[in-house]
């Protein structure tokens, strides 16, 4: 049997944070438009969602399609967003606690509580969410190491976004289990000596499972 890692990496958006298509219903709401107005869901039905098939075939980048969808969604309501923040702050309202996964929450609590190192790494937390949205998420202060290619400009699978986590964290690679929704960066990570999980969003209680299994820990202690 393969060693307890001694640190958890997570990406943000997906994992930490429970997707757009996961919250439609209040998004809708928030923007005042009809139920099911909002329907493309893609990982949760990628027939519904041409575009995040694109997107997983490569054929447009992760930013493309937020872009895309911000804008299209702006103009249901008559709206220009210029700016992701603007978009997931008008679908989500100003309490960005409220869309954190509960499961994401227990497990970083137990590794934390088991003396494992904690880290982001995103492709673009701030990008997307704001730099003040920290400020309303105190679980935060428990990471060791945020690393945001919003700065570092070096985007997941490149091989260098996985060495600033490692250094920050003082680990080596094979130490640390990696946690991602998007498969082209669990693979990015796996060349790198990684171990990982990769995030169903469908299923985020046995994603969660299997990274505290990895961490020889569990998401109740």
């Known amino acids: 049997m393969a060693a307890s890692c001694s640190a958890l990496v997570l990406d943000f958006g997906g994992v930490i944070s429970k997707t757009v298509f996961e919250t439609h219903p209040q998004s809708e709401a928030a923007l005042g438009v009809p139920t099911g107005t909002l329907n493309w869901m893609g990982p949760f039905d990628p027939a519904s969602d041409p575009m995040w098939c694109e997107m997983q075939d490569d054929r447009i980048s992760e ?110 690679a094979e130490e640390c289990v990696f946690v991602d929704d998007q498969l082209r960066n669990i693979t990015g990570a796996r060349n790198v000596g990684m171990r990982t999980v990769h995030f169903d969003v469908t299923r985020p209680s046995e994603s969660y499972s299997l990274a505290c299994e990895a961490l020889g820990i569990s998401a109740g202690e």
């Open 63 to 172: 930013r493309d399609y937020w872009y895309m969808r911000a804008a299209e969604t702006g103009r249901l309501v008559g709206e220009e967003w210029v700016d992701l923040p603007s978009f997931l702050q008008r679908i989500r309202g100003d309490d960005p606690a409220a869309m954190i996964r509960p499961e994401a929450l227990e497990a970083i609590r137990a590794a934390k509580n088991a003396g494992r190192k904690l880290a982001i790494l995103s492709n673009e937390l701030d990008l997307f969410y704001g730099s003040g949205f920290r400020d309303k998420l105190p679980f935060l202060a428990d990471f060791d190491a945020i690393v945001d290619a919003t700065y570092t400009k070096v985007l997941k699978p490149d091989p260098r976004s996985y060495g600033f986590v490692t250094s920050a964290l003082g680990v080596a």
